[in-house]
């Protein structure tokens, strides 16, 4: 017989094998679903997964979709493990968009230097302001920060739709709900000629070694990992609860906001209604699969963006509906929370246990 | 006048049912954050069966059973496996969203005939009140009668005072011999069919089509209606039709004459949680009080020997 044991100290195995393990098993459950309806699951295994990285130009679709993922899952990650519940990366991504674009749009006509950097602090301060009412009022009012987070989702999202209906429509863009073409002065330039991958993508990478930075080597770090691990050792420590509540979140809401300005200003162009196909939500399974660690982060956006691209291919090649992608990662969070119960249990055989 | 306070109700019903299973829930001293996704599986669920099989009261019941076996995923992981109930709740609900996409792909824009609204003969007759209340469709009436049936359950009845030792204090619970680990799979069952005929009120009777993310937050928003109503069960009937109302309001505002984009008004309900969430947050004590004390802890009875 086997029984559960519950381990004596966390397992450092699990805690690594676990995030591999949920992958192994969505793919098996993403085999038997295609089996079920029809499809060949190698082949779809194979659009979703490998075909991605087939040839340079998916490789450098795949980067793209991963700058935005991975900066909203660094500051989630920090969040996090400070015991802030930020579901709103989302509408932190849509309010640095919006306040990007409300900037490029200003320097339309213009050639200045300053174009592009303004219009990026335009977009990471308009997450930042995002992230801050939120908050403001779980720490002012100790309103419920997960709901509160998740409404200032909605709200920015009705906003940017109002915005692209109204005030920043293109004039002459024939009433489409779309801004203007920004000047090439507030693009994002690309970093390889061939491919579309941009400067945000840069800034996402050092976003994850940025957060490891504060995370691993700094005194705040420090502070962040032993709130999330022990609150009242924390505050019998001294440490200041409010600011680094403060801290985790205007850290995440830069990053969201600097990946909703990448977004308009790199692959898009212009400001339209759907920015995001949903990467500030998909950004908590990346930041779960990457164990809340900055680097962790890094290997799980890049399958999350593969996962993403694969989608579209399945799309295109076979007909399976793109919405395949949210179901695969929120069974691969199931997945992942079930495995993580082996950090702290084991099974073992009652025979063996007797001894 | 009328005309929107009845509106109001029946914008409200989706919101009523959703947070009547959440209160339970809660009360059972489970938080589940998968509302959304049960709600929207419920709504496919019940539109696919409406569509295939013609007939919409099989469509409300499979609705109900999807939400059920939705709610059993979180249950096992929860109460079972002792995941973290936030992060599973983030789960069921992005689960939800995508499955219901993906299996709804083909029968966007479809339109069926959904439910339609039966005066109650008498009641319906009088004046002002007939209207608002007695001229609605059959699952306004049973919504009333859940309401009322609940009130009675949760303060009058020992199923009641069971459900709340349990999410007061499961380890007192378990002492006295209540099998707290089942009535927490049943309170979270319970609460899986009511989003789950919540979802198919949006499909069959609101909207009767099926649109991906249709439900537009309306899991969440109950999520924070339980809070408003402070875990009491008459006081969620009266804050889903507040919140129906939030949402109809730029009908009421076109009424009146004023232009205002349709896109800033969407945000009305959705910045009125906010305040409320605010307005209750800030009475924390008041909070601390009402919410059952052991909402969100995991209970393990391994843990207990």
Known sequence: MIRIQARTEPSTLMKVASPLLAIVLTLIFGSILFTAIGKDPYQALHVLLIAPLADSYNIGEMFVKMGPLLLCAVGLSLCYRANMWNIGAEGQLLAGALGGSAMALYFIDSESVFALPL?????????????????????RYNSNLILTTIMFNYIALYLLIWAVHGPLRDPDGYGFPESAIFSDAT????????????LGVLFAVLSG?????????????????VFGADEPAARYAGFSGKKLSWFVML????????????????????????????????????????????????????????????????QIEMGIPVAVVSMFQGVLLFFLLACDFFINNRLISTNQATN | ????????????????????????????????????????????????????????????????AMG??????????????????????????????????FIGADFVGQIIQGFQPVAIPVLSDIP????????????????????????????????????????????????????????????????????????????????????????AGRGWIALALVVFASWRVG????????????????????????????????????????????????????????????LGKPFNPRNMA
């Open chain 2, 1 to 64: 006048m009328v005309q929107i306070l009845f509106a109001a109700i029946k914008t409200g019903t989706p919101l009523l049912f959703i947070a009547l299973g959440e209160v339970i829930c809660e009360k059972s001293g489970i938080l589940n954050l998968g509302q959304e996704g049960m709600m929207l599986m419920g709504a496919v669920v019940g539109f696919l069966v409406s569509y295939s099989t013609g007939n919409i009261g099989l469509g409300v019941i499979s609705a109900m």
């Open chain 2, 128 to 215: 002002y009140i007939g209207r608002i209340l007695f001229s609605h469709d059959i699952l306004v009436y049973f919504s009333f009668c859940m309401t009322v049936a609940l009130i009675y359950i949760v303060n009058k009845t020992r199923i009641g005072l069971t459900l709340k030792a349990v999410g007061e204090n499961p380890h007192a619970a378990n002492a006295i011999g209540i099998k707290v680990l089942r009535v927490r799979y049943l309170a979270v069952m319970f609460g899986g069919s009511m989003a789950g005929i919540s979802g198919a009120y949006m499909s069959l009777v609101y909207t009767p089509m099926w649109v991906e993310g249709m439900t």
């Open chain 2, 68 to 101: 059920v076996l939705m709610s059993l995923i979180f249950a096992v992981l929860v109460l079972h496996i002792g995941a973290n109930q936030v992060a599973t709740g983030l789960a069921l609900t992005i689960f939800g969203t995508g499955l219901s996409a």
């Open chain 1, 187 to 198: 693009l994002l330039p690309t970093i390889f000629e061939s491919s579309r991958i941009h």
């Open chain 1, 209 to 225: 070694v940025v957060g490891w930075f504060i995370l691993s080597k700094t005194h705040l770090g420090f502070q962040i990992r």
């Open chain 2, 235 to 294: 006081r969620i009937m009266l804050g889903a039709y507040l919140f129906g109302l939030a949402s109809i309001m730029h009908l009421v505002l076109q009424g009146f004459g004023w232009s205002i984009s349709p896109n800033l008004l969407a945000m009305l309900p959705y910045v009125a949680t906010v305040i409320v969430m605010v307005i209750i947050g800030a009475d924390h004590f008041k909070e601390k009080l009402l919410a059952p004390r052991s």
């Open chain 1, 119 to 139: 219009t990026l602090i335009a977009g990471i301060l308009s997450g930042m302001l995002w992230a801050a009412l939120p908050t403001f009022l779980k720490l």
């Open chain 1, 251 to 314: 850290f995440a809401g830069a990053l969201a906001g600097l990946a909703g300005v990448s977004e308009t200003t790199g692959p898009i162009g212009q400001l339209v209604p759907n920015v995001s196909p949903g990467y500030g939500y998909s950004a908590i399974i990346v930041a779960y699969l990457g164990r809340l660690h900055p680097i962790g982060a890094i290997l799980a956006a890049v399958f999350m963006a593969v996962l993403y691209m694969g989608g579209d291919l399945a």
